[in-house]
Nanobody
Framework: QVQLVESGGGLVQAGGSLRLSCVASGRTVSTYAMGWFRQAPGKEREFVAAINWSGARTYYADSAKGRFTISRDNAKNTVDLQMNSLKPEDTAVYYC?????????????????WGQGTQVTVSS
């Protein structure tokens, strides 16, 4: 069983940056696709970004394109999300997820494992 732990959330002003990290334990995730989702109060959990097993292919929600970058280090069993030019509408709990397939997806129900989330708050 894969356990995922996120870190790096916090309070930042609009226009600022944060880097979220996710560490996997329990087994290697080097053959898993990984994703980041977020959930704001009163809203559905939504896709942010994903990366395939090797890191060669990435996927982004329109809201994240040009501002966020997903990356992974299979040697360390980690996946990161660099978030730049943050906006108040990026405020949410951000969740790391793992998918037992090579290719990433924006479909949250295709992911098998989830972390507990880390809060990101962007002030205006």
């Amino acid at each position: 069983q894969v356990q995922l732990v996120e870190s790096g959330g916090g309070l930042v002003q609009a226009g600022g940056s944060l880097r979220l990290s996710c560490v996997a334990s329990g087994r290697t995730v080097s053959t898993y696709a990984m994703g980041w989702f977020r959930q704001a109060p009163g809203k559905e959990r939504e896709f942010v970004a994903a990366i395939n097993w090797s890191g060669a292919r990435t996927y982004y929600a329109d809201s994240a394109k040009g501002r966020f970058t997903i990356s992974r280090d299979n040697a360390k069993n980690t996946v990161d999300l660099q978030m730049n030019s943050l906006k108040p509408e990026d405020t949410a709990v951000y969740y790391c997820s793992a998918k037992r397939e090579y290719s990433g997806s924006a479909y949250r129900h295709s992911y098998d494992n989830w972390g507990q989330g880390t809060q990101v708050t962007v002030s205006s």
